[in-house]
């Protein structure tokens, strides 16, 4: 059965973001909260959304609810981990939230549903095997093959960000060492700007820092890239040197043939993209046997895993139905 | 349509192994060929095993032929790219084969081939996420998730031996460098353990090999930690730690709950995997909240890739019928 409205949610480590989508108009209407701390509360804010969502003019008829949440969500519908929800873990969301709503629930990975809206509407229409990558904290992943989504045999595909790529590198939240997000995420990328403006290897990114090195961010390496900054420029390549050898690991395993990079820093577009693809065309196994593989920015930006999640929910068998 | 009598052919960079497979009863007839050089006789070699078990007595009956092919072979049915067969390069195997033989004929990548029967009568039955990781001289690898095999968007999907695990480290032939398959292939094993004895660290598995370090091989290695030589023992270690590293790495990617290690080292069974399975419980993300990965030897042996050539040859769309 096809839904024609549906709401999704987008649990973030900083916000709620939900929307109420129409299959035939788009998004209609949308509302957010702030990320609470602790289960009962998180629960709670996101029925909230709901709430309001369905007292507004075309949420009356809405038929079923999907949230994206960041962290190991298994088939389910429970988190079972989620390092960026603090005080959030074994949580059954996808029966909590069909009790507390009374509309059936589809519960997934955020860059899944994500990489759903960019599917059907986004930077990944056309492809049928395809990786999403958010740059952020660390990297999310979701993963499109033969033009379904993988969810994995528990729910917890797509942890791409710990796939490690150099063994005996950096430490990892996680536990372990050369995590790929901790050379290629958006805090990476922050780091490897740090490091060059403490070494003056950077004075414009450090003066568009305020002059401490300390409080250089990726998006600042990034802006100061734009503008032409050389220190900027050769962070990027380091960045872009890391990034891309974590893609064309992806590609081996999976000869996916469109890479979409999602998260903020992706707005700085090809001055990001472009020494990734170069970087890309030199770490890729017999190119010359193998069609190019497409690296593109994400299109929707913040509203991809809302709008995932609600496309999802009209179109997957939901909890409790499932 | 189920076809109930085919044939399946396995093709190696020695030799080229052919088996009648009954839907039924198994295999009933088999027979092998050495691999020559270069396309023309590869393929003139092929359609000789088929000829050969056609004109057997079970042969008659034969529908259809399936190919497993080592390398990179597209969806067409062409072996785009195989180091492992000298002067092999751009073959349109499908093409060729079924002009020669009159047959349909279905060509896949040799492990994913071997996968196919590994899941329908072997290690990987009953899990519908699983890899296949075959050791040899390189690492090959076939994917299934759920219950399908993953063959990527051009046929690629599974090369698992190239994804880098060490940015900066050790040469590969690929032209890169960390390649997971220098560190943990059977050939790397050998790596291992001629560096070792070479060290003056495995004087007993010095000794098996004649007293030149540069003899030792892995299955040098696997034999003489089977008869608890210290040496040897510390050597498998260094192997399965760098082995764990990429299954977990796959298992972060795919959340795969069944890994099935194939190729002539795992005859050597839990000597060889209760090391692996050990060093993959320290590298795997979170593990507490995830229910364990089994890591078990494939039990098809050489035989699998031409049983699931066969069996993909009874049940796939086929060239030239695709």
Redesign the interface.
């Known amino acids: 059965m096809q839904r024609r409205l549906t709401i999704g949610v987008d649990v973030g480590g900083t916000k709620v973001f939900g929307v109420v989508l129409d299959l035939d108009a788009g998004v209609v209407d949308e509302h957010r909260a702030t990320t609470p701390e602790g289960s009962d509360a998180l629960v709670a804010t996101i029925s909230d959304v709901v709430a309001v969502l369905r007292r507004g003019a075309r949420g009356g008829d809405v038929s079923a609810l999907g949230v994206g949440l960041p962290g ?1 969500v298994d088939r389910s519908g429970t988190l ?2 989620g390092p960026n929800l603090p005080g959030v873990v ?1 949580l059954p969301a996808g029966r909590l939230l069909a009790e507390a709503t009374d509309l059936p629930v589809r519960v997934d990975n955020d860059a899944t549903c994500a990489l759903w809206a960019e599917h059907r509407s986004g930077a990944a229409k056309g492809a ?2 395809a990786v999403l990558v958010t740059l952020g904290t660390g990297i999310g ?1 979701g ?1 499109l ?2 033009g ?1 989504l ?11 960000g ?8 950096v430490a990892c939240l ?3 060492r050369g995590c790929w997000e901790r050379y290629a995420s958006g805090g990476a990328l922050g780091r490897w700007g740090r490091e060059a403006a403490a070494a003056g290897r950077a004075p414009q990114l450090l003066a568009r820092a305020g002059g401490d090195p300390d409080d250089v961010k990726g998006e600042d390496v990034t802006a100061a890239a734009v503008e032409g900054d050389p220190g900027a420029l050769v962070v990027l390549e380091t960045f872009a040197g ?1 990034f891309a ?1 974590g893609l ?3 590609v ?6 469109r890479c979409v990079i999602g998260g903020g820093l992706v707005e700085a577009g090809d001055v990001l993209l472009d020494p990734v693809r170069a970087a890309f065309a030199d ?1 890729v ?2 190119p010359e ?3 190019p593989v497409e690296i593109v920015a994400a299109e929707l930006g913040g509203d991809a895993g809302a709008i995932g999640a609600a496309l999802l929910a009209g179109e997957e068998p939901l909890v409790p139905e499932s």
């Open positions: 190991l079972r981990f074994e049928d095997d992943g993963l093959l033969d379904r993988v969810r994995g045999a528990n729910g917890f595909a797509g942890e791409i710990h796939m490690v790529v150099d063994a005996d590198g996680c536990g372990r890391w050898l064309a690991n992806l081996h395993v999976l000869d996916v043939t770490r196994v017999a046997h193998r069609p």
